[in-house]
């Protein structure tokens, strides 16, 4: 199992490392306590049957959590299809506790993951994101990502209206 502690821009550490089987609570208590900023591009619910979907993926997908002693802080997904016409492709999402926003821990969380995607032989990974959500358009885009379509009007939000989605992926050399 890889591991890596990283400092964030507080100066806390934070231990990243592949999620178990044993971390369906953990990761339950997590999307349970994500504040309506940080869920206001996301596609609810989260609960125990969607974490544990999640977390059928050990062993296929890189799962990647982000703790705080024993806290879920980040979740980062790479979703890796078993079909041999989509070998070495996967999708991407991520998750940050709202008191996590803003400290570099999605970059360390990207960076680690993209890493292990290296590692796992991952020939690309892509993920869609709401246009609006500057932050995570900005993340992915420092962390190698490149626009590849738009979806227009494609999510509906919380705000009654639709939203234009942003296609990115990152291709390994």
């Given at each position: 199992m890889a591991v890596k502690e990283v400092k964030?821009?507080?100066?806390?550490?934070?231990?990243?490392?592949?999620?178990?089987?044993?971390d369906i609570d953990r990761l339950t208590g997590f999307y349970a306590s994500l504040?309506?900023?940080?869920?206001?591009?996301?596609?609810?619910?989260?609960?125990r049957a969607r974490v544990d979907r999640f977390l059928s993926g050990l062993g296929r997908d890189i799962i990647v959590l982000a703790l705080d002693h024993e806290n879920v802080v980040g979740h980062l997904q790479v979703f890796v299809s078993d079909s041999p016409r989509l070998k070495g492709v996967g999708q991407l999402l991520i998750y940050l506790h709202q008191d996590y926003l803003n400290k570099g821990l999605g970059t360390h969380m990207m960076a680690f993951a993209l890493?292990?995607?290296?590692k796992k032989?991952?020939?690309?990974?892509?993920?869609?994101?709401?246009r609006d959500n500057t932050r995570a358009v900005h993340l992915y885009e420092k962390m190698g990502f490149a626009l590849e379509g738009i979806l227009k009007d494609s999510y509906f939000g919380v705000d009654?209206?639709?939203?234009?989605e942003l296609q990115m992926a990152k291709i390994f050399d």
């Open positions: 964030l821009k507080d100066g806390s550490h934070i231990l990243l490392r592949e999620a178990v089987s044993d504040s309506g900023e940080v869920l206001i591009y996301s596609l609810p619910p989260y609960d890493d292990l995607s290296r032989g991952m020939h690309r990974v892509s993920l869609q994101v709401v009654g209206c639709y939203h234009d």
